[in-house]
């Protein structure tokens, strides 16, 4: 079955460090891999997104990720963390299920920054 | 300016009633979406919709209904049925073809008293 696990559920990084969500998926065919960040109490952005090609991707806001097809993976980085970076990150995967578009979302990592 | 607009904001119900939430776009999206979040739980599927006078249930139906009248507008309403309906609702939309990204408009918070 399709899957994404993120195994973090809570990260603190203190501003100006470097940061790595992880995130692994389950899928059988090419998968279509999303980042996006959550505020509290308000809706999903998208950070950034993989298809195809290049397997290092650049988001919005500094952000990056890299595909790693032999480890399942898809980690979000950044080199140097901003007290606005704290909000909560979803890994999702894209999958046609049925004919329609289904997104899986991973349970989320929630990130503190300390000043 | 486009995007996807949900109403209200907070909504508070006593049990037994049944309650409508908004979601609107201009996205000119075939698709939307509802999911339920709950703490540490990610997102969870409710219903989705392809066209207009179509839709299907997605992982966790029970206790909700939709209609899809219109290409911009999919309400969700929580019936008494749902068991544990509070939670923070999340509209979103995406073009039909394709695996392709969603929007995500910046959801309702029900709580039942």
């Known amino acids: 079955a399709q899957s994404v696990t993120q195994p973090d559920i809570h990260i603190t990084v203190s501003e100006g460090a470097s940061l790595e969500l992880r995130c692994n998926y389950s899928y059988g065919a090419t998968p279509y891999l999303f980042w996006y960040v959550q505020s509290p109490g308000q809706g999903l952005q998208l950070l950034l997104k993989?298809?195809?090609?290049?397997?290092l991707v650049q988001g919005i806001k500094g952000f990056e990720a890299e595909f790693k097809r032999s480890q399942s993976s898809f980690n979000l980085r950044k080199p140097s963390v901003h007290w606005s970076d704290a909000a909560e990150y979803f890994c999702a995967v894209a999958i046609l299920s049925g004919g329609y578009n289904k997104l899986i979302f991973g349970a989320g990592t929630r990130l503190a920054v300390h000043p | 300016d486009g995007g996807i607009t949900q109403s209200p904001k907070y909504l508070f119900r006593k049990e037994g009633q049944n309650v409508t939430l908004s979601c609107e776009q201009n996205?000119?999206?075939?698709?939307m979406y509802w999911y339920r979040q709950d703490p540490g739980q990610g997102l969870r599927l409710i219903y989705y919709?392809?066209?207009?006078?179509?839709?299907q249930k997605g992982d966790i139906a029970e206790g909700y209904s939709v209609s899809r009248e219109k290409k911009e507008s999919f309400p969700l309403t929580v019936t008494s049925a749902q068991k544990n309906p509070t939670a923070f609702y999340l509209c979103?939309?995406?073009?039909?073809?394709?695996?392709?990204?969603?929007?995500f408009g910046p959801g309702t918070r029900l709580t039942v008293l």
């Open positions: 979103a939309s995406s073009m039909t073809s394709g695996r392709n990204e969603q929007f």
């Open positions: 993989y298809f195809s090609g290049d397997t």
């Open positions: 919709s392809q066209i207009v006078n179509d839709f």
């Open positions: 996205l000119n999206h075939d698709a």
